[in-house]
C-alpha cells in the first residue's frame, strides 16, 4: 500500500482521486500503473527507482524498461513543449509537427493519446456527475434508514400501547369480576340470614363443612336441596381473600353429588343423611 503513495500526483493527473486510487484492487492499480507509465504521467520518484534496479531482466522487464524510457523521453520533450517552435505552413497541412521530432515519433505519440483515451479504465475516473450520484446515493441510504427506524419506532409505540390498552382491560376484568365476587358473597349472607325456619315435621340432616364444622338442619324431603346449599355458602370460610367463592361440591352416601334444584327424595334420600362439603 506504501507504494502507492508514489502515484498520488499521476492518478490526479489522470481524473482520478487519491480515496479510489488507496481501494483500488490491487489487479486494476497495476494496470492503470502501466497506462500511466505509457502515457509518459509515470513519477520521477518511480522512474529513478526503476533505474537503480540491476536484476536479470525478463522479457516482460526489458518491455517496461523500454516504456519507462519512452515515457521518461516524453516527459522531459513536455517540459520542452512551450519552447519549441511549431512549424505549420499552412497551405500545405492542417496538422501540426514538432521540427524537433519526426513524424514517425508524432505518429506514434498520436496512438499513444487514442489508446490512453480508449483503454483507460474507465470505471475509475470520477466526474462531476459522479460526486451528484454519491450525494443521491448517500440521501437515499439516509432516508432509507430514516425511514426504517421511524416504522421501527412506530411498530415499537403501537405494540407498547396495546399492550397498556391489554393491562387496562384486565385490570377492569379484575375489578368487574372482584366487584361480582363482593356482590354475590353479599347476597348469599344474606341469603342466609332470610332462610325461613327449619320445617316441623323435616328430617334432621348434617352439613359438615370443610372446617370440619358441623351444621344441623331439618328438611323436607319433598322440597329441593337449596336449603343446603344455602347453608354452606353463607360460610365466611367458603370465600377466597378476593372474596370470590371456592369451588366445591356436596355428596352424600357412597360418593353420591347433591343436586341442588332436585327433590331429596328423588336423589334417593329418605332418611337422616350427612353431606360432605368437599373442595375442589
Known amino acids: 500500500m506504501s507504494d502507492r503513495w508514489q502515484w498520488v ?8 482521486p487519491t480515496a ?43 518491455e517496461l524498461d523500454r ?31 514538432n521540427v524537433n521530432t519526426t513524424l514517425e515519433e508524432e505518429e506514434e505519440k ?6 490512453k483515451n480508449n483503454d483507460f479504465p474507465k470505471t475509475y475516473v470520477w466526474d462531476g456527475d459522479d460526486e451528484h450520484a454519491t450525494d443521491k446515493v448517500i440521501k437515499d441510504s439516509l432516508e432509507s434508514k430514516f425511514e426504517k427506524l421511524e416504522a421501527e419506532q412506530l411498530l ?12 387496562l382491560k384486565q385490570n377492569y376484568n379484575d375489578n368487574v369480576n372482584q366487584s361480582n365476587s363482593i ?14 325456619p327449619e320445617p316441623a315435621d323435616g328430617v334432621q340432616m348434617a352439613i359438615l363443612l370443610p372446617n370440619n364444622k358441623k351444621v344441623m338442619r331439618k328438611c323436607n ?12 355458602e353463607g360460610q365466611e370460610n367458603m370465600y377466597e381473600k378476593d372474596d370470590s367463592l371456592i369451588p366445591y361440591k356436596i355428596i352424600f352416601g357412597i360418593n353420591n353429588e347433591l343436586l341442588r334444584n332436585v327433590p331429596l327424595v328423588d336423589q334417593g334420600i329418605k332418611s337422616r343423611n350427612m353431606f360432605k362439603v368437599l373442595l375442589e
Not at 498520436?110 to 489508446?115: A, D, L, S, W, Y
Open 221 to 232: 324431603l319433598n322440597e329441593d336441596a337449596n336449603a343446603i346449599y344455602t347453608i354452606v
Open 156 to 167: 415499537k409505540q403501537e405494540q407498547e400501547d396495546k399492550q397498556r390498552l391489554e393491562e
Open 110 to 115: 498520436k496512438e499513444k493519446e487514442v489508446k
Open 183 to 196: 356482590q354475590t358473597k353479599r347476597e348469599n349472607m344474606e341469603k342466609l340470614q332470610l332462610l325461613p
Open 9 to 16: 500526483d499521476a492518478f490526479r493527473d489522470a481524473n482520478i
Open 20 to 62: 479510489v486510487m488507496m481501494n483500488m484492487p490491487e489487479e486494476d492499480f497495476k494496470k492503470t500503473r502501466l497506462f500511466l507509465i505509457d502515457a509518459g504521467l509515470a513519477p520521477l520518484s518511480y522512474l529513478k527507482d526503476a533505474e537503480k534496479k540491476e536484476e536479470v531482466k525478463d522479457p516482460e522487464q526489458e
Open 67 to 97: 516504456i519507462i524510457e519512452e515515457s521518461k523521453r516524453i516527459k522531459a520533450k513536455r517540459e520542452k513543449g512551450n519552447t519549441d517552435y511549431v512549424y505549420n505552413p499552412a497551405c500545405f497541412c492542417d496538422q501540426k509537427y
